[in-house]
């Protein structure tokens, strides 16, 4: 069956660095895009960043020149490098897998993705 795993989150300073990472299982990895969402407490999840199966990467504006998405098909893998932390980044990201094998459209809904991980808590403080 489909299996996300994410880890790589913690505790960091302002202004500080964290590189999460997504393990896939389960399904054909190469052929479909992958995000990262995250949620706040109190708030819905929202996208952050994806990759296609292409490699083809988008972001939310909030994230840009900081975040850093990337996968490794021969390894299963999706990545998320953060860095110049804010505490407004402060959340509960999640991996997901986006339900359409072989696109390269934006895809920033939820909707569009249907496997999730159980999430890694980053939180940005002093």
């Known amino acids: 069956q489909v299996q996300l795993v994410e880890s790589g989150g913690g505790l960091v300073q302002p202004g500080g660095s964290l590189r999460l990472s997504c393990a896939a299982s389960?399904?054909?990895?190469?052929?479909?895009?992958m995000a990262w969402f995250r949620q706040a407490p109190g708030k819905e999840r929202e996208f952050v960043a994806a990759?296609?199966?292409?490699?083809?990467?988008y972001y939310i504006d909030s994230v840009k020149g900081r975040f850093t998405i990337s996968r490794d098909s021969a390894k299963n893998m999706v990545y998320l490098q953060m860095n110049s932390l804010k505490p407004e980044d402060t959340a509960v990201y999640y991996c997901?897998?986006?339900?359409?094998?072989?696109?390269?459209?934006?895809?920033?809904?939820?909707?569009?993705?249907?496997?999730w991980g159980q999430g890694t808590q980053v939180t940005v403080s002093s």
């Open positions: 997901g897998k986006r339900q359409r094998a072989l696109s390269n459209s934006d895809s920033y809904s939820g909707h569009e993705y249907d496997y």
């Open positions: 389960g399904f054909a990895f190469r052929i479909h895009g």
């Open positions: 990759v296609t199966w292409s490699d083809n990467t």
